[in-house]
């Protein structure tokens, strides 16, 4: 999410997402947001031609609210999209939920099919009952790790670590925050096959997003071009390496 400020311009998250929060509006900008993406996504008559997963950061309020799992299915309902999967990433702080509640909100995702990341990994609150609480898709190990790891060995160490944890629970890891060719060799040494960060793609506008989802899932002499098989952006241009 970012905010076209019509002084300031473009704003990163981090200068407003938790004044939001404070005021008790980041539920409502977050379905603000899904609905824009909906509309975006309808009018830019997107076509997937392979599974594709559609992230999105859920806040303490939404997380805690019955009615989530319910919104997640009239978006993916309105979208009439077969190849396309929700995954709601749960936050590193305020999203801590007691286990009856986790439990709860795990199974409805899991029976809607509907996925499940817990958000910058290895930071803020400690989460790691949530990984017995249910079925999590994905780890999203936190950018610092990945700074980190070539000044201190032992990060590698521990991001080996968190590979193997989340083999355990038949989950994957996503890397944010690569931004250079070494930290993405680095963590393709030890494990990590999903990554995040400016060294793929900048932020971009909606439009921007389908032109380029579009492009690199165009169809090729009559097949659809595998995203697994794309390289970073000085190459090509993805995300996904297994």
């Not at 990433?89 to 899991?110: S, T």
């Not at 997003?209 to 009559?222: D, E, I, S």
Request: charged share 20%; proline share 4%.
């Amino acid at each position: 999410m970012r905010w076209q400020h019509p002084q300031a311009g473009m704003l990163p998250p981090g200068s407003f997402l938790l004044r939001l929060e404070e005021e008790g509006l980041l539920a409502a900008a977050t379905r603000q947001m899904l609905r824009q993406l909906s509309i975006a996504w309808k009018r830019a008559q997107v076509r997937l031609l392979q599974p594709f997963f559609l992230s999105f950061n859920a806040c303490g309020q939404q997380l805690h609210d019955d009615t989530l799992v319910a919104q997640c299915q009239a978006l993916l309902q309105d979208l009439q999209e077969g190849q396309l999967r929700l995954m709601i990433e749960m936050p590193e702080r305020g999203g801590d939920l007691g286990p009856v509640h986790c439990r709860r909100l795990f199974a409805q995702c899991e029976h809607a099919d509907i996925a499940i990341a817990l958000d910058d990994f290895g930071v803020g609150d400690a989460r790691l009952h949530q990984l017995a609480c249910g079925r999590i898709s994905c780890l999203k190990l936190d950018r610092s790790f990945v700074a980190a790891m070539h000044g201190n060995s032992m990060y590698s160490r521990l991001i080996e670590k968190i590979v193997a944890l989340a083999a355990v629970f038949g989950a994957s890891v996503t890397a944010e925050g690569v931004e250079t060719l070494a930290q993405w060799q680095g963590l393709r040494r030890i494990g990590v096959r999903r990554f995040q960060g400016y060294y793929f793609a900048r932020p971009m506008a909606l439009p921007d997003f389908f032109a380029r989802l579009n492009h690199v899932r165009r169809p090729v002499g009559g097949h659809a071009t595998q995203a697994s098989t794309m390289k970073p952006v000085s190459e090509r241009g993805c995300c996904r390496d297994d």
